[in-house]
């Protein structure tokens, strides 16, 4: 085991517009080869649509989603005794968090759609009505945690 300190961990500035931590943190995971002001338009113009489409304020739209989208549980692989174990283990808040905005990007870009923002806006707004792909990936993880609930005693 490593004798070395763990490092601090790094909190990103709040963004400039909702003052809030995790849609900086979401415009980061958005964003491509360093294009920040790119990937804060994209959002930006994303929530604007949403509370064209909705009658809820967009962030807030926004924050559902991306709570309905972290999962609870994940498998891990294990290696015991030359086989490879699936197992369930539970997830952190952060990490949950981390997580589903990933899957809401992955498949916002996976669409097929005239605009990154439709793309975007379109995959937040299912995800907020409980449909979509990234509930489906959520369901499928938890499926298959569930399946491998009998190897949860390998956790370590």
Do not use: C
Request: proline content about 4%.
């Amino acid at each position: 085991m490593s004798r070395r300190s763990k490092p601090k961990k790094r909190i990103p500035m709040p963004d400039p517009i909702y003052s809030d931590v995790e849609v900086a943190k979401f415009i980061n995971r958005l964003m491509t080869r360093g294009k920040k002001s790119v990937a804060e338009r994209l959002f930006y113009d994303a929530i604007e649509q949403l509370e064209g489409k909705t009658e809820d304020k967009g962030i807030d739209v926004f924050r559902k989603a991306l709570r309905k989208a972290k999962p609870l549980v994940r498998v891990k692989a294990r290696r015991v005794g030359g086989s490879t174990y699936q197992v369930p283990i539970e997830v952190r808040e952060d990490e949950g968090i981390a997580i589903g905005s990933r899957w809401l990007i992955e498949y916002a870009r996976k669409r097929k759609g005239r605009s990154m923002t439709d793309k975007l806006a379109a995959e937040l707004l299912e995800t907020y009505r409980g449909t979509g792909t990234t509930i489906k990936k959520r369901e499928d993880t938890h499926k298959m945690a569930e399946a491998n609930k009998a190897f949860a005693h390998y956790r370590f």
